[in-house]
């Protein structure tokens, strides 16, 4: 069976995101002072074959642990679909 995943990635909440405080210090120069804070991260699509979900969650896990995710500064989720 073909799987959709997806994996969500974010920084660790604990950790300062300069990326999203760039963005948030540029939506206050637009005015858009209601935005309390930003957090950048990164959404990433895979499409897996497995021969079941369990299966393909397993193989993302192991693709955002090795890879895709640095556990030292980020954090993850898996959606499958």
């Known amino acids: 069976m073909n ?3 997806e994996l969500k990635i974010m920084p660790l909440k604990e950790l300062l995101d300069p990326q999203g405080k760039a963005v ?3 939506l ?3 005015g858009l002072n209601t ?3 930003v957090r950048i991260g990164k959404h990433i699509l895979l499409q897996i074959e497995a021969a079941n979900a369990e299966e ?3 193989i993302a896990n192991e693709a955002a642990t090795k ?3 640095n ?3 980020e954090e ?3 959606f499958i679909k």
Do not use: C, H, W, Y
């Open 56 to 58: 393909a969650e397993r």
């Open 35 to 37: 935005v309390q804070d």
């Open 3 to 5: 799987f959709t995943v």
């Open 24 to 26: 948030k210090g540029g």
């Open 76 to 78: 993850f989720s898996i």
């Open 28 to 30: 206050d120069n637009l």
């Open 67 to 69: 890879l895709l995710a």
């Open 71 to 73: 556990p030292v500064m």
